[in-house]
């Protein structure tokens, strides 16, 4: 089987988007070196800023139906300010759910601050776009 059909499939199977958060198949794993914990946004000194964004790919079916769509997404930003993990907390649409978090994997971030130090940190990220508008809202 094609491996991009395979990632797909395994997404759709494992996205059931209203539930317990899910990982994405093709996300990075933390580097071995990296046993450090992972700190939730809330208790940083400086969050996580996205520094590049990737713009989210809208599926056409959701284009061609002029339908509007939301996705939360929870995603680790290591400290050198890469995306090791996304997770897909909820959304509207399955498949906007795992476009937004394709193009999340991309991103790059300054990374969180504590104690004027770099760390690991989970960031929650809902993205929205209205298909009218044609153009993700960002936070």
Known sequence: ??????????????????????????????????SE?????????SP??????????????LRVAG???????RCTVLKDGRVAATEIVSATHTSFAMAAAEAV????????????????CQLTIPIEVSIHEDSPIYP
Do not use: Y
Request: charged letters at 10%; hydrophobic letters at 45%; a positive charge.
């Open 1 to 34: 089987m094609n491996p991009r059909l395979s990632v797909l499939f395994s997404l759709l199977i494992l996205c059931g988007c209203a539930g317990t958060p899910q990982p994405l198949p093709s996300q990075l794993s933390l580097p071995e070196s990296s």
């Open 37 to 45: 914990a992972i700190l939730d946004a809330s208790v940083v000194t």
């Open 48 to 61: 996580p800023k996205a520094l590049t964004t990737v713009r989210t790919n809208i599926p056409r079916g």
């Open 67 to 73: 339908m509007s769509a939301k996705a939360v997404l």
């Open 105 to 120: 994997q991309r991103w790059t971030f300054i990374p969180a601050i504590l104690n004027g130090e770099r760390v690991n």
